[in-house]
């Protein structure tokens, strides 16, 4: 089909989409608490003519909406949770919040669920007309910060049924997402002890504290010896009360155990629950430990990463007024970056010289083009759970310049810039490849079956769900 038609459609619906956007980035709702955020989506989805589902797999923020008929059944994926302690006046490039430790929209979750469904919007429409055949599923996926929501919605059955998945991330590069993230499991530990006088009767004390630094000092000695491409990280979540001079009944450590992979993760975290138990027994306390959540790592794919980038290509780029540059570089001076753009822009040295030249060496507040694609098995330590889709179908995602380049990840300068129409020229782009790529993979079964051939040879061993059957998300 002529992907103009989609692009047009797409254009009609700029004011209901940057409509939408604003309104998540103005709800602000953390992680598995996005009510409000989800009652806007469902209200465009249905008055959009789409068949709504609520409440998936017991989730109350977790939906979808579905057009078409028949294979192949393409998803589109959206977040819209946001980040405490980010509340920021929009548009404005000085530190300024709007609520005093508010929340914030600063991973530019508003513009990722928009610019998804602005793309399901094309493609169901193409679908009406006659011109697209297949089914469109967008997928309103929430508490992707908090608690990797996918990775629930993925144990109960979603996704497994699709022929293909497609997302994006707001960012500062237009680029193909390549390469495996680390599968990570996150866990509670909690210490019980026995309170005492810790000067008159420090003899009758067990004291949990005692045992959550021998745990601490434990993972330190483990560190050594784990499997490459491994990580531990914690956090105090409970250290006692603040009386010195008690000897502490209780302490809770949060763990985030990393590894190449679920298998991986799963084996260091038995290590870590040894230490744990250890400590216990060092200190005669008590510990109990419970999972929060966890994400496999990422299956990329090289057919879908390709089809993404020629789409990428295709689309126009925009341009931008002299208003919309000049905040951007006010913006970008409020922060100090080094290097150059680009997650995969150090691999290689002929992406890396044209990154270099288009970018002025990394000076250029926007970065106004499309990094080239070069398939890399590269392994990026952090953990997604669009991991969790992967396994269980071909899936792709890119990122598309919605701040000034170098902005830090989770910033008050993403919450400020989210909601501008430099923004939104972002969004609108990302919402065009990506209808153009679900066009794509609508019309082209080869192109589709490739894809899935790819996927089944790099899933062959099977999803292995980082967490248990009964665990339920948490909520905040
Ligand atoms: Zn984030
Ligand atoms: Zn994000």
Redesign the pocket.
Known sequence: MDKQKLYDIIETKRPVLTALSDKIWTYAELSMMEHRSTAAYVEVLRSEGFNVQENLCGIATAFSGTYGSGRPYIGILG?YDALSGLSQEAGITEKRPLVEGGCGQG???NL?GAASLGAAIAVKQAIEAGELKGTVIFYGCPG??GCAGKTFMARDGMFRDLDAALCW??GDVNEISTGSNAASIQVEYTFTGIAAHAAGNPQHGRSALDAAELMNVGVQFLREHMEPKCSVHYSFADAGGLSPNVVQPTAKLIYMVRGENVRKAKALLKRVDNIARGAALMTETQVSSRQIDGTSSTVSNEVLEQLLYDNLLAVPLPSYTQKELTYAATLKTTYHTEGLPGDRTEENRTVRAFVAEKSDNGNAAVNDFVIPYVPSNHFNPGSSDVGDVSWLTPTAQFTAVTWPSGCP?HSWQIVSAGKTTFAYKGLIYAAKVLAGSVADLMTDHILLEKARAEFRAATEEGYDCPISKDLLPTIG
Do not use: M
Request: proline residues 10%; glycine residues 20%; charged residues 30%.
């Open positions: 977040e991973c530019g979750h990722l992707e910060e991330h707001p990840g």
